[in-house]
């Protein structure tokens, strides 16, 4: 993914009673393999694409979880689809999950992150950068 570049994305929750759209550049792609991420999916990872709060229009009720003081996830209030990750570190950013694109295509994944608390039973054959913990240094 091109630094820079700037996209219109738009998602939705599984029932479609949540819906946005991103406008403006990506700060990165990532999926996450933290323990945290397994827990509040029910999945062994979760891939997420990090843009500046204000890139995002949502339309939608949303439930919130504080599952640690700084970090609020959200999900759709009706269907329970997680939609977006933030922390208190980065109060400007959200994080968006993947599996909630319209268009599979539109952005990659350019690393795994937490592969430290990775389920053993996951191959990742991909190519991609892995890093133990979160990798700080986006491109």
């Not at 609020?72 to 009706?78: E, V």
């Not at 950068?129 to 491109?139: I, L, N, T, V």
Request: with cysteine; hydrophobic share 35%; charged share 15%.
């Amino acid at each position: 993914m091109a630094k820079g570049k700037q996209h219109l994305i738009a998602g939705r929750c599984y029932c479609g009673a949540v819906r946005y759209k991103i406008q403006g550049e990506i700060e990165h792609v990532c999926i996450c393999h933290c323990r945290s991420c397994q827990l509040a999916s029910g999945a062994p990872c979760v891939g997420w694409l990090t843009v500046e709060r204000s890139q995002v229009m949502l339309s939608g009720a949303l439930n919130e979880c504080y599952g640690a003081p700084q970090v609020q996830r959200c999900y759709c209030a009706n269907c329970g689809t997680p939609i977006s990750y933030s922390h208190s570190a980065r109060p400007d950013h959200v994080d968006i999950t993947l599996a909630t694109l319209e268009d599979q295509s539109a952005v990659q994944p350019s690393r795994h992150i937490w592969v430290s608390h990775k389920v053993p039973w996951l191959s990742l054959v991909d190519g991609l950068p892995q890093f133990d913990e979160f990798s700080g240094a986006m491109d």
